[in-house]
């Protein structure tokens, strides 16, 4: 069964600091990867996609990786600020299931002003 | 570009009645739209992916006559959950795939459905 799995489920840091989002994912057959953030009550905003053939994104303080081989991703966030307090979601899309994509439960993420 | 919007925002509707929700694609022609549902602290599940002018495909355990999946246009697709119960509420994400690029979509913004 292919699945995505994010830890930890929280997590709260102080301002400033940089930090590490982990995603894991079953069979490294995958399409794409792809990070997003969701404010409470909101939608989904895109924030970086890992084509297959590629290692690493980055936007601004971002930065996303991806090792298909052990089945792992993280999203890296520099100088972290109090706007960044959000749940981060990571999910995959494997190529033997179209464009369908298997979100993770996400980590809730709270910057400590 | 790529905005997708849904519509109401939040609905509050009563047992047993039925409520449709609207996703639109307003800058671009979507073939492929996805419906979501999400609990709280929960992950995005797939309900069902539509196509423009042909029938939905539902995900294992959706109920296609609870859930009414409509996708008449490239720019429409609607969501009705039919004699609805407090199971459920919910907040429901629709996402939109451009025509001719399956592998990005574009997530509207959610719709908070309270069933008393």
């Known amino acids: 069964k292919q699945e995505v799995t994010q830890i930890p489920a929280a997590l709260s840091v102080p301002e400033g600091e940089n930090l590490v989002l982990n995603c894991s994912f079953t069979?490294?057959?995958?399409?794409?990867l792809q990070w997003f953030r969701q404010d409470p009550g909101k939608g989904l905003t895109s924030l970086l996609l890992?084509?297959?053939?590629?290692r690493e994104q980055t936007s601004g303080r971002l930065n996303a990786s991806l090792d298909k081989s052990s089945g792992r991703s993280t999203l890296y966030i520099a100088a972290s600020q109090p706007g960044d307090s959000a749940t981060y979601l990571c999910?995959?899309?494997?190529?033997?299931?179209?464009?369908?994509?298997?979100f993770g439960k996400g980590t809730r993420l709270h910057i400590l002003p | 570009g790529a905005v997708v919007s849904q519509h109401p925002s939040w609905v509050i509707c009563k047992s047993g009645t039925s409520v449709k929700i609207e996703c639109r694609s307003l800058?671009?022609?979507?073939?492929?739209m996805f419906w979501y549902r999400q609990f709280p602290k929960q992950s995005l599940m797939l309900m069902a992916t539509?196509?423009?002018?042909?029938?939905?495909?539902?995900e294992q355990g959706v109920e296609k006559d609870k859930f009414l999946i409509n996708h008449a246009s490239l720019t429409l697709s609607t969501l009705t959950v039919t004699s609805a119960h407090p199971e459920d509420s919910s907040f429901y994400i629709c996402?939109?795939?451009?025509?001719?690029?399956?592998?990005?979509?574009?997530f509207g913004p959610g719709t908070r459905l309270t069933v008393t």
């Open positions: 996402s939109a795939s451009p025509s001719g690029i399956s592998y990005e979509q574009y």
């Open positions: 069979d490294s057959a995958i399409y794409n």
């Open positions: 890992i084509q297959s053939s590629q």
């Open positions: 999910a995959v899309r494997w190529i033997d299931r179209d464009d369908k994509i298997i």
């Open positions: 800058d671009f022609q979507a073939t492929t």
């Open positions: 539509s196509n423009e002018g042909s029938k939905a495909t539902y």
